[in-house]
């Protein structure tokens, strides 16, 4: 049928060869959601002094813990939060110390 084509035909492209294995790109932002035993967004960049909130939507606990152990949450249930203020410019890695498959990264810029 004429005048049936898409809109962007283009837009398939877009989103070729992005696997989960990708990293995403840095996030702004103070917020980091647990969703599906996965941090949301993955990498979030704050700027030194700010304070992050993690909140768990899954209903399995999980905790938040630095990997060079700056810091560690307690077991979080479902809806529960976790703040921690970064006085320190740089990148810090965490994973969920219940499930180490969880990773997750905020870089503090100065």
């Known amino acids: 049928m004429q005048g049936m084509a898409p809109m962007n035909p283009q837009a398939p492209a877009a989103t070729a060869g992005t696997t989960a294995d990708t990293p995403s790109a ?15 967004p993955a990498t979030l960049t704050v700027h030194r002094g700010d304070s992050v909130t993690w909140t ?9 813990a630095a990997n060079d152990g700056s810091f560690h949450s307690p077991g979080m249930d479902a809806n529960a939060t976790y703040t921690y ?5 740089g990148n810090y890695d ?13 870089v503090v810029t100065p």
């Open 56 to 64: 768990n939507h899954d209903e399995e606990p999980h905790t938040i």
């Open 94 to 106: 965490y994973i969920c110390s219940i499930h180490p498959f969880m990773h997750g990264s905020v």
């Open 26 to 40: 840095p996030v702004s932002g103070t917020a980091v959601s647990i969703n599906n035993f996965a941090f949301v």
């Open 85 to 89: 203020t970064f006085t320190n410019a």
